[in-house]
């Protein structure tokens, strides 16, 4: 029988809670330890999971003996613990954006390729049911060459006392945290990113990132691309649309499909249903067979750098303002 991976978590705030379930029901895994600042965050684990509570992520990583741990903190501590337990040879899953700064995420990204413990990058959509029916779509040609990429993930979140607010401790706000995620549905889709334009602003909330951000792109493949996101906006905005030189790809509903297709020439949509599943299961999954040798990584260091770029080329053009309109 294979070796039970002892897994811990650092960081035990709101997206722990999926890094904590995901290891006490997958097979093989002796979920053990996790770490916090907060107290009150490391009982309410202790007390759900039965784990090792540590105040110091360190101490937790020198007296765990982990073979995996979770990143779940702030983008400003994603370097310096996930370079930490590689060194270890820990095998690392450390939440999206990859870092706070440039310098940081090539570092991530540099030890990757170097390290022999494995660094994925959390950018969890990768195997969201509708993203995986619509790549299948575009990868046995019913889409045709892709024209027109469009990804709206926006409406209302409060995000003033989080650390998305902080650009030190983010990288940025709407843009880097959602933006990213579209941004990377996009490459995992349709490839890389070769320039983008953008506006990015703090239009509501009391945030020093921003909180609403348009961003137009072209991709080397010669797509042209349009991603909104905003945390200050009434209602719900998710959107999410293809169009390629067959026809239109559609998700009338991001979250539960089906996929929609509309062939060129033709008034009718065609429902392509999804494969049910559950985007955290197939990341873990992926992670730990990786970690076993039995996979390659899908979502790497590499692909999140390339993200950061585009995010951090973008907020470059964002203060430019572009070309003013003559009055
Ligand atoms: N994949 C997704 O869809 C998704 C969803 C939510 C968040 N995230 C990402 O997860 C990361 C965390 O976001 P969150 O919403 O869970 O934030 P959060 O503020 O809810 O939780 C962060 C936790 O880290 C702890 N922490 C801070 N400094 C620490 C330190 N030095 N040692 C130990 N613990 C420390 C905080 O006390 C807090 O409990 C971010 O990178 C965010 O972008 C990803």
């Not at 040879?89 to 450390?94: E, K, N, R, S, T």
């Not at 009338?252 to 008034?267: N, R, T």
């Not at 996979?295 to 053009?317: F, G, K, M, N, W």
């Amino acid at each position: 029988m294979a070796k039970m991976l002892r897994a811990g978590v650092m960081g035990l705030g709101g997206i722990s809670g999926v890094h904590l379930q995901q290891y006490s029901q997958a097979e093989g895994v002796d979920l053990v330890a996790g770490a916090d600042l907060r107290p009150a965050a490391v009982e309410a684990a202790v007390d759900k999971y039965g784990i090792t509570g540590y105040a110091d992520w360190r101490d937790m990583l020198d007296q765990a003996d982990l073979d995996v741990v979770s990143v779940c903190t702030p983008p400003f501590l994603h370097r310096e613990m996930a370079l930490e337990a590689m060194s270890r040879g820990v095998h690392v899953i450390c939440e999206k954006p990859i870092a706070a700064s440039t310098e940081d995420a090539e570092a991530m990204a540099e030890a990757a390729r170097t390290s022999k413990a494995l660094l994925m990058i959390a950018y969890c959509h990768r195997w969201h049911p509708t993203i995986l029916k619509t790549k299948e779509l575009i990868d046995d040609g019913t889409l045709g060459k892709p024209l027109l990429y469009r990804c709206a993930f926006a409406g209302w979140i409060e995000f003033a006392d989080n650390h998305r607010a902080v650009k030190s401790m983010s990288g940025g706000g709407a843009l880097m945290d959602n933006g990213s995620h579209a941004a990377d549905i996009y490459q995992f889709l349709l490839g890389k990113i070769a320039n983008v334009s953008c506006r990015a602003g703090t239009r509501v909330q009391a945030m020093e990132t921003d909180d609403e951000a348009v961003m137009i792109f072209e991709g080397e493949n010669g797509c042209y691309g349009e991603i909104l996101v905003g945390y200050s906006l009434p209602g719900d905005h998710t959107e999410f649309k293809i169009v390629g030189e067959n026809g239109v790809l559609r998700l009338a509903d991001y979250f539960g499909g089906p996929v929609k297709f509309q062939p060129k020439g033709s008034g009718d949509w065609i429902d392509h249903a999804i494969t049910p599943g559950d985007r955290f299961e197939g990341e873990f999954a992926n992670f730990l067979a990786a970690v076993r040798g039995e996979a390659q990584l899908i979502s790497t260091a590499e692909t999140a750098l390339h993200i950061h770029r585009v995010v951090t080329a973008a907020y470059a053009d964002a203060e430019s303002k572009g070309v003013a309109v003559p009055r």
